[in-house]
């Protein structure tokens, strides 16, 4: 669908009049909408216009004997929006592989799991779709993907479980010993 901006503006003071908030009258509220939508467009849902696994194999290069070991990107900082509440959900992913034929930048890495994250989605989509890529870009013999993220809709509403943190895994593994192998990566 095409972007319209000015709409969305528009859209989010409505929301605002709609919950009898007037964002023309109020100071602290003019202006809302554009920002919102700014927010919105240029930062948290701009994962939609990256091509992950063009982007992959853009960076890709061959793996040599002398650079065959595993890999692990720890604590690459995430923020995404839950799709259910627009509220954000932040906190940390770790990315582990064991290459074969390919290799791949460690912050290309990071701008993969950034581009699924930057994205309306849940948690589980997110790691599965790093693990996804890796894998079928790099074809190594196991990626994994951790994520451990604190959601504003358990902290600010509802259950207000402020300390509360989410944990999923994304494994792509031919065999239980590759699992055991990218569950041990990931947590050590």
Request: charged content about 20%; overall charge neutral; aromatic content about 2%.
């Amino acid at each position: 669908m095409p972007v319209d901006r000015a709409a969305a503006a528009r859209a989010i003071d409505a929301f605002l009049r709609a919950i009898g908030r007037d964002p023309s009258a109020e100071p602290d509220l003019v202006g809302t909408g554009a920002r919102v939508t700014e927010a919105f467009l240029d930062e948290l849902c701009s994962g939609y216009g990256v091509d992950t696994r063009a982007r992959l194999e853009a960076a890709s290069l061959p793996s040599t004997a002398d650079t065959a070991g595993l890999v692990v990107v720890r604590d690459i900082p995430v923020v995404t929006m839950c799709p259910h509440h627009l509220l954000p959900a932040t906190g940390l992913a770790a990315v582990a592989f064991l290459p074969r034929a390919k290799l791949v930048g460690l912050g290309t890495v990071v701008e993969l799991v950034n581009a699924h994250a930057r994205r309306l989605t849940l948690q589980e989509r997110i790691g599965n779709a790093v693990a996804s890529d890796l894998e079928a870009v790099l074809a190594p013999a196991w990626a994994a993907c951790r994520l451990v993220l604190v959601h504003g809709c358990m902290t600010a509403r509802g259950e207000r479980a402020t300390s509360a943190h989410v944990e999923t895994v994304a494994i792509r593994a031919a065999d239980e010993a590759a699992r055991t192998a990218a569950l041990a990566a990931l947590r050590a």
